[in-house]
């Protein structure tokens, strides 16, 4: 079965420091997203991605974020001087049409532990 | 503002034991129910889903869902509950209407799982 693959599976990064999550979507996907889990809290919603650019974001999405597909497969997130709370998993997540209408496939994440 | 309420943080069963699992949404309009499943050092997956017709919806691993509008809810259930189950369980919306947009997941904070063998 297909997979969203991120990486790394840990990442620790000091406060200030920039740190790129990258993601493998699934190769036939067109709509990628990125969501987080700061431990112990819901998953939100950062931001979606189709067709080269940022369909949609959310208020956590602020300028210190930015999403980029570089290469035609890989989906990075980038967070320019990170933040202590920006410590939290990070999900990845593609699916072929809207997600609307077929769901999501979700990586296993990339634990971000800033300190 | 959207939002999804799951009402137990842990839950902790024996083997083979029914399972309940409450999710509640507070969106009035049409929406996309899911239930996703995260076992430990996984990925989430995607357990089942809730899109229109039948409110009872099955998913894999034997578990259902149903949807009752009036009560904006969407319950897991589970007949008889095994040692892999142990994970957690999360509820997530889908506004279909959103912003003509793809719309986005909202999720509930998640349900913990312990079945005990």
């Known amino acids: 079965e297909p997979e969203v693959t991120q990486t790394p599976s840990h990442q620790v990064t000091q406060m200030g420091q920039e740190v790129i999550l990258r993601c493998v979507p699934i190769?036939?996907?067109?709509?990628f997203y990125w969501y987080r889990q700061i431990l112990g809290q819901k998953v939100e919603f950062l931001v979606s991605f189709y067709n080269n650019e940022i369909s949609e974001k959310s208020e956590i999405f602020d300028d210190q974020f930015s999403v980029e597909r570089p290469d035609g497969s890989n989906f990075t997130l980038k967070i320019r001087s990170t933040k202590l709370e920006d410590s939290a998993m990070y999900f990845c997540?593609?699916?072929?049409?809207?997600?609307?209408?077929?769901?999501?496939?979700f990586g296993s994440g990339t634990r971000l532990t800033v300190v | 503002a959207q939002s999804v309420s799951q009402h137990n943080h842990h839950v902790i069963l024996s083997e083979a034991a029914s399972l309940e699992l409450g999710c509640n949404y507070s969106y009035g309009g049409t929406v996309n129910l899911f239930w996703y499943v995260q076992y430990p050092g996984q990925h989430l997956q995607l357990l089942l889903k809730?899109?229109?017709?039948?409110?009872l919806v099955k998913g894999i691993k034997g578990f259902e869902a149903e949807f009752i509008k009036s009560k904006f809810s969407f319950n897991l259930r589970k007949p008889s509950v095994q040692w892999s189950d142990t994970a957690e369980y999360f509820c997530?919306?889908?506004?279909?209407?959103?912003?003509?947009?793809?719309?986005?997941?909202?999720f509930g904070k998640g349900t913990k799982l312990s079945v005990k063998p």
């Open positions: 809730y899109f229109s017709g039948d409110p």
């Open positions: 997530a919306v889908n506004n279909r209407n959103y912003g003509g947009s793809q719309g986005n997941l909202i």
């Open positions: 190769s036939n996907h067109l709509y």
């Open positions: 997540a593609s699916s072929r049409e809207t997600g609307v209408n077929y769901g999501y496939t």
